[in-house]
């Protein structure tokens, strides 16, 4: 009787390791799915600074211009055409038609012929 409690005992310590096995495994394979977004969202995090820092310096350097450029025509240009065309090149309509909403990666003819008025 003792050698079969003892034998019991030993099967159940070996189906505890598998389980124990099975777990670490787990872990580990969820350890390197963290290890890896982290990984990515550190880069990420990189690109964006310099991104940001490249704003902020083209913004330094907006602030050190005059508020106003002079055209050929004698018109005057001023930091609301700036901001507008900055606004198209981020990818927003600036015309008077789709004012604000997304362009999605297309050209628009009626904010191309806004600006190239506000140009000429």
Known sequence: MKDR?????V??????LESANRQFAELK???AQVMEEN???????HHLRQRLE??????????????KRKMAAGTEIG?????????????????NVHFGS?????DCLFCLSFLNKQNG
């Open 5 to 9: 409690n003892f034998l019991d005992k």
């Open 11 to 16: 099967m159940e310590f070996g189906q505890q």
């Open 29 to 31: 394979e969820s350890v």
């Open 39 to 45: 990984h990515s969202l550190q880069i990420e995090n």
């Open 54 to 67: 490249e704003v902020e310096a083209q913004n330094v350097k907006r602030a050190q211009k005059p508020g």
């Open 79 to 95: 930091e609301g055409h700036d901001n507008l065309a900055r606004l198209y090149n981020e990818g927003f309509h600036v015309c």
């Open 102 to 106: 997304s362009r999605k990666g297309e």
